[in-house]
């Protein structure tokens, strides 16, 4: 008998287990703290991680520490609620049971959350445009564009010292949008006095969007808006060609080759394996197409939410994988599993879009809440009190708050350290 089944029989309550402490995963878990069930919360780390804040870790504006929390800790006031460190390997839906490493655990109701990785039309380009999805990615792209810097103050062939000095960003989202345009700050003003064989203000930041406008989610206006802000700071913008090639030496873009030591990937991503652990039908970009009440097709005691579902939305297209969504998604669960538990039938889920935003560099921003636009200064504010007012944890806010605070008064970051990536 595994310790599960054990631990089942002392305690009758229906046992709820959600996979991944994302936004989603985290909020059904949170959303159920008082519910009469028990819930396990199993991610193959031990923290959860605010996201939309990693590109700073990866441009040396903020340290991991300051948008990641243990998920101990969050959760650690929640009598009913235990933790399970490790990686989901199959669900078996007969018998009810997860395989997690080399143990079994039981459900009565599972909530799979496991977000999305990145996706790549060749495979074998990952190794030379890495992506951003976890803190050592963050970590490791940080190393890869400091090292850039410090390759190029080195090199002796110029056309070297160029190649490092490139900076190439494939992915016009916004991730992509902030990657640019904190690297192009990072190498025009942070760090413009640090070298001395080397001018980090003549680096050549390229974004590539295959479609037509970058932040393709955001009205035109704000769109080209967007890319005027970014042309200012220096980063030029390339629509309409798609990458063809990716090498260590650089990209191949609409028959021409921009040379590049740094190619940074934000193109796109692809849902986690959680469809095939059902066996479950999933749109083209692995995402499961769940019910109207966010169930998977024949397992109504199995929930998908965030990456992991496709959620019709309007114009065809699904509900956007965005952080808001996923918490919106994780609330709904947890309810719609206190109704089934009290007997009841759930209504439908509801999405209420809370609006699309992207930051450009130090002091703009663009959002669309739909009824009101705004962009520049103002954007960047409120765009910074959302952030920051969804971290988790009061120490997080306020480190975050002061680094910005610090970071823009004296264009000093402080994070600019060589770490979890390879020293080439």
Known sequence: MTGDSASAQRDERPHVV???????????????????????????????????????????????????APIRHIVRSQANTSVLLGRVQSVDTARKLLKV????????????????????????????????????????????????????????????QRRCLNFVIVGGGPTGVELAGAIAELARRVIAKDFRRIDTTTSRVVLLEGGPRILPALPENLSAYATRALAKLGVEVRTGDFVEEVDETGVAVGGARIESRTVLWAAGVRASEAHRWLDAESDRAGRI????????PDHPDIFAVGDTAHVPWKDGQPIPGVAPAAKQMGIYAAKAIMARVAGRKPEAFRYKHAGNLATIG???????????????????????????????????????????????????????????????
Not at 148 to 155: N, R
Not at 372 to 396: E, Q, S, T
Not at 400 to 417: N, Q, S
Request: hydrophobic fraction near 45%; aromatic fraction near 12%; proline fraction near 5%.
């Open 18 to 68: 959600i996979v991944g402490a994302g936004f989603g995963g985290l909020t059904a878990a949170r959303q159920l703290r008082k519910a009469p069930v028990r819930v396990t919360l199993i991610d193959r780390r031990n923290y959860h991680l605010f996201q939309p804040l990693l590109y700073q870790v990866a441009t040396a504006g903020l340290s991991p520490a300051d948008i990641a």
């Open 289 to 296: 197409l769940v019910g109207p009440d966010l169930s998977v």
């Open 101 to 160: 490493d080399d143990r079994e655990v039981g459900y009565d109701y599972l909530i799979l959350a496991t977000g999305a990785k990145h996706a790549y039309p060749n495979p074998d380009w990952e190794a030379f445009a890495p992506g951003l999805k976890s803190v050592d990615d963050a970590t490791s792209m940080r190393a890869r564009i400091l090292l850039a810097f410090e390759q190029a103050e080195q090199a002796e062939d110029p056309a070297e």
């Open 362 to 424: 130090r002091s703009s921003a663009v959002i669309d809440f739909g009824w009101w636009r705004p962009k520049g200064f103002l954007a960047w504010l409120l765009w910074g009190l959302a952030h920051v007012y969804f971290l988790i944890g009061f120490r997080n806010k306020i480190a975050v708050m002061a680094d910005w605070i610090w970071a823009y008064i004296t264009f000093k970051k402080g994070m600019r350290l060589i770490t979890g990536g390879p020293h080439k």
